[in-house]
Nanobody
């Protein structure tokens, strides 16, 4: 049974930082491309960041580029999202997801759709106050 469990969310002031972590089990973690998505109330779930199977290639949405960094540790089966310079508009539930079994992340614009992912966590709330 595949499980993805996010942690690290919370309430932070604008300009602050948070580190989200996602722990995976029940799958061969290094076989999967990992993504982070977020969903604000009344909005569609949107792409935030993606990382290749070995961690050498990453991509992120323009709205978070330069502020958020995705990383993974295949030995620990974890993927992290480091978020700096947080803004109120970053407030959302953040989800990690696994997909693209065996595939290679070769360029930007790949694996930005929620439909590219087959396993999802339940999410962790991030609230940024102004």
């Amino acid at each position: 049974q595949v499980q993805l469990v996010e942690s690290g969310g919370g309430l932070v002031q604008a300009g602050g930082s948070l580190r989200l972590s996602c722990a995976a089990s029940g799958l061969t973690f290094s076989d999967y491309i990992m993504g982070w998505f977020r969903q604000a109330p009344g909005k569609e779930r949107e792409f935030v960041a993606v990382i290749s199977r070995r961690g050498g290639t990453t991509d992120s949405a323009d709205s978070v580029k330069g502020r958020f960094t995705v990383s993974r540790d295949n030995a620990k089966n974890t993927v992290d999202l480091h978020m700096d310079s947080l803004k109120p508009e970053d407030t959302a539930v953040y989800y990690c997801a696994a997909g693209g079994w065996g595939r290679t992340l070769t360029s930007s614009q790949m694996f930005r759709s929620r439909y590219d992912y087959i396993y999802w966590g339940r999410g962790t709330q991030v609230t940024v106050s102004s």
